[in-house]
T-cell receptor
């Protein structure tokens, strides 16, 4: 069953704690993305990766870190430096970033992060 | 001016009605255009791509006006299952490095009422 798997579905963070959100895809897509969505707001880009071993900051990268050691995996770490982490986090992938049809993004089911 | 603007709604319409959503985008270099659907507390899912010539998929029709930088989505014969938030999405140049990223509107909420 092809798709994008995010885990966990719900996550709670204590003050000063780093937490890591998992994102795995078996679509053989080159590009992967992390977004944050707050209530009533649009999606905001945190980080993206166009290819293995490379990633770029998005609009709101402060307080977050990522790695892309494998094509299938793009984990996101929410560090203690992120002072307002409560949000819905969405991972997406696309075949590429340009070209007809290649930039269409497909999303995982998301992780809801809350602060204890 | 925001990059992608949509009327937030909510649009409350009876079953069987026709409803239209509008969207404007600010970057004239944008290349690709999409409508996504997002159900409450779920992930966005691609509804349809939008082409310059306009395109139709069943009860859904999307149109693009590049000169006015305007995108529309028309839903005919609304069903209860159409209730969701509809996101206008535009592929825009990003960071001046030759890459493009999707920019999402905040969405228009539709409620179809029995």
């Amino acid at each position: 069953d092809g798709g994008i798997t995010q885990s966990p579905k719900y996550l709670f963070r204590k003050e000063g704690q780093n937490v890591t959100l998992s994102c795995e895809q078996n679509l053989n897509h080159d590009a992967m993305y992390w977004y944050r969505q707050d209530p009533g707001q649009g999606l905001r880009l945190i980080y993206y990766s166009q290819i293995v071993n490379d990633f770029q900051k998005g609009d709101i990268a402060e307080g977050y870190s990522v790695s892309r050691e494998k094509k299938e995996s793009f984990p996101l770490t929410v560090t203690s430096a992120q002072k307002n982490p409560t949000a819905f986090y969405l991972c997406a992938s696309s075949p590429g970033t340009s070209g007809v049809g290649k930039n269409i993004q497909y999303f995982g089911a998301g992780t809801r992060l809350s602060v204890l | 001016r925001k990059e992608v603007e949509q009327d937030p709604g909510p649009f409350n319409v009876p079953e069987g009605a026709t409803v239209a959503f509008n969207c404007t985008y600010s970057n004239s270099a944008s290349q690709s255009f999409f409508w996504y659907r997002q159900d409450c507390r779920k992930e966005p899912k691609l509804l349809m791509s939008v082409y310059s010539s306009g395109n139709e998929d069943g009860r859904f029709t999307a149109q693009l006006n590049r000169a006015s930088q305007y995108i529309s989505l028309l839903i005919r014969d609304s069903k209860l299952s159409d209730s969701a938030t509809y996101l206008c999405v535009v592929n825009t140049p990003y960071s001046g490095a030759g890459s493009y990223q999707l920019t999402f509107g905040k969405g228009t909420k539709l409620s179809v009422i029995p």
